[in-house]
Each structure stands twice: as structure tokens, then as C-alpha cells.
């Protein structure tokens, strides 16, 4: 006996729950990397504390952070005071804003662009490639290898990591700052005829201490939060190869969100409780 065939069942929007189920498991798996990652900082600080600390990998990890990005967090920050300048010396000039211009490129290189853009380049270069490297790792049982010798993964791969970001992104960031307010007034002297000296009398009389200690911490929590989720994403890294990609994207897209969010929390307490 033939049965009659069933009329297909109508699917209302499908590519919208499609995209729905596939944004609340990335939701999810962000939760939960954020979670591990939370718990990764806090056996981190044990081993700070206690002394289990492996300088010679610190100081590895922090040339690599340091040196290896340097030059495109440079390019990116002077360009950008290059462009802020460009676009307001003249005017401010004409308008008689002339000892504004200085502290004008200044605040917005110390306060916003100098921190948001180093930590851009770092983790365009620094945090992708430790995500790849710790979940190639992880995906061919090295770091099990590790677990196996009784060494710790968290203190001898992720520590060294997070600590170089940590401190290595302030320093950078006080470079590129110097550098992106030396850029505005390059520009300045050259499109607007403004002097060298009226440009940085204005750039001290504005800048305050409150300014360079927002600047460091920033950069400080910002590095943390890189290196913590690429070491995270990278060690818990399960599947085969196509996982790295994976990984690798992962850490990128969401240090840019959290990113995103903390500068806000902390211009926010920093600055707009004034």
C-alpha cells in the first residue's frame, strides 16, 4: 500500500534561527572561555605570589610582545595623530584656537587612541599568534606531554604570556603616545605654520597625571585581557587543525569586544564620574 507523501513542513525564517542558535553557542562558548579564563588569573596570582615564577620565559615572552610589535603600533598611533592634526590645526589656527592644538592631539593620543590602537596591533600580531601556537600545541598532545611531566601548563605556557602582556603593553603605549603627539606637531608645523614650541607649551599646560596614570592602566588591563583570552582560547583548544583557525579567529574577535567594553567601564570611572 502506497502512503501519501507528507507536505513539507513550513519553516518560518530559517536563516534567522539558524543565526540565532549559532550566535547564543558562541554566546555560550564566550561564557564559558571568559569563566576559564577568569579562573586561569586567579591560579596565576597564586603562582606570583608563592614565588613559582619563570623569569626566563617572562622575559621571552615579553621581547616577543615588545620588540615584534613595536613597529606597526608606531606606524598605527603617528598616523593617527598625523591625522587628527591635519584635520584641525589649520582650522584652530585660523580661528585663533592656536595654543589649543597641541593639547587637543595630545589628550585624545594619551586618553584614547595611543592605548586602543597598541593594543589593536598586539593583538593582530601577539594575541593570534599565541592562540595558534598553544591550541597547535593542545591539538597535538603537547601540552598533555606536559601535564604527564608533572609541569603545570597555566604557570609554564599561559603565566609567562599574560605577565608580558601585562607589562609590556604600558611601555609600549607611553611610545606611541610620544611618538603620535611628536607626528601632530610635524603636521602642525607644516600645514598650519604652527611653532614647535607653542605646540608643546600647550600639550604641558593640558596634560595632567590623572591622564598618564589612565593611560597605563588602561594599557595594563587591556593586556591582560588579550593574552588571558588567547592563552585561554589557544589551551582549551579541542578538535584538528580547522580548530586553530578557529581559535585563532576567536581570540581576536573577542579581545576586540572586551576590549570595546572595559575602555568604556574604565573612561567611564575614570573620567565621566568628574
Given at each position: 500500500m502506497?502512503?501519501?507523501p507528507?507536505?513539507?513542513?513550513?519553516?518560518?525564517?530559517?536563516?534567522?534561527?539558524?543565526?540565532?542558535?549559532?550566535?547564543?553557542?558562541e554566546?555560550?562558548?564566550?561564557?564559558?572561555?571568559l569563566?576559564?579564563?577568569?579562573?586561569?588569573?586567579?591560579e596565576?596570582?597564586?603562582?606570583?605570589?608563592?614565588?613559582?615564577?619563570?623569569?626566563?620565559?617572562?622575559?621571552?615572552?615579553?621581547?616577543?610582545?615588545?620588540?615584534?610589535?613595536?613597529?606597526?603600533?608606531?606606524?598605527m598611533?603617528v598616523?593617527?595623530?598625523m591625522v587628527?592634526?591635519?584635520?584641525?590645526?589649520?582650522?584652530?589656527?585660523?580661528?585663533?584656537?592656536?595654543?589649543?592644538?597641541?593639547?587637543l592631539?595630545?589628550?585624545?593620543?594619551i586618553r584614547e587612541l595611543?592605548?586602543?590602537?597598541?593594543?589593536?596591533?598586539?593583538?593582530?600580531m601577539?594575541?593570534?599568534?599565541?592562540?595558534?601556537?598553544?591550541?597547535?600545541?593542545?591539538?597535538?598532545?603537547?601540552?598533555?606531554?606536559?601535564?604527564?611531566l608533572?609541569?603545570?601548563?597555566?604557570r609554564?605556557?599561559?603565566?609567562?604570556?599574560v605577565?608580558?602582556?601585562?607589562?609590556?603593553?604600558?611601555?609600549?603605549?607611553?611610545?606611541?603616545?610620544?611618538?603620535?603627539?611628536?607626528?601632530?606637531?610635524i603636521?602642525?608645523?607644516?600645514?598650519?605654520?604652527?611653532?614647535?614650541g607653542?605646540?608643546?607649551?600647550?600639550?604641558?599646560?593640558?596634560i595632567e597625571?590623572?591622564?598618564i596614570i589612565?593611560?597605563?592602566?588602561?594599557?595594563?588591563?587591556?593586556?591582560?585581557?588579550?593574552?588571558?583570552?588567547?592563552?585561554?582560547i589557544?589551551?582549551?583548544t579541542t578538535?584538528?587543525?580547522?580548530?586553530?583557525?578557529?581559535?585563532?579567529?576567536r581570540?581576536v574577535?573577542?579581545s576586540?569586544v572586551?576590549?570595546?567594553?572595559?575602555?568604556y567601564?574604565?573612561?567611564?570611572l575614570?573620567?565621566?564620574?568628574?
Open positions: 502506497m502512503t501519501k507528507q507536505p513539507e513542513k513550513l519553516r518560518l525564517f530559517p536563516f534567522t534561527r539558524r543565526a540565532l542558535t549559532a550566535m547564543g553557542r554566546w555560550s562558548v564566550f561564557l564559558d572561555t569563566g576559564t579564563a577568569v579562573y586561569n588569573a586567579r596565576i596570582g597564586g603562582f606570583f605570589l608563592t614565588g613559582r615564577f619563570g623569569f626566563k620565559q617572562f622575559v621571552q615572552q615579553l621581547a616577543f610582545v615588545g620588540i615584534d610589535t613595536i613597529g606597526i603600533s608606531l606606524i598611533v598616523f593617527s595623530g587628527i592634526s591635519l584635520q584641525i590645526s589649520k582650522e584652530m589656527v585660523r580661528q585663533g584656537a592656536a595654543d589649543y592644538v597641541g593639547a592631539v595630545s589628550l585624545a593620543m595611543a592605548p586602543i590602537m597598541t593594543s589593536f596591533s598586539v593583538i593582530a601577539a594575541g593570534s599568534a599565541y592562540a595558534a601556537e598553544l591550541s597547535t600545541m593542545q591539538i597535538t598532545n603537547q601540552v598533555s606531554a606536559l601535564r604527564v608533572h609541569v603545570n601548563p597555566i609554564y605556557l599561559v603565566m609567562p604570556r605577565l608580558a602582556g601585562i607589562v609590556a603593553l604600558p611601555l609600549m603605549t607611553v611610545i606611541t603616545a610620544v611618538a603620535g603627539i611628536a607626528g601632530g606637531m603636521i602642525a608645523s607644516l600645514v598650519a605654520d604652527l611653532s614647535y607653542k605646540y608643546l607649551d600647550s600639550v604641558w599646560h593640558q597625571l590623572r591622564d589612565a593611560m597605563m592602566l588602561k594599557s595594563s588591563v587591556f593586556g591582560f585581557i588579550v593574552f588571558s583570552m588567547a592563552t585561554t589557544g589551551i582549551n578538535g584538528g587543525s580547522r580548530e586553530v583557525g578557529v581559535a585563532t579567529t581570540a574577535v573577542w576586540f572586551l576590549m570595546a567594553i572595559f575602555d567601564v574604565l573612561t567611564f575614570i573620567y565621566g564620574t568628574k
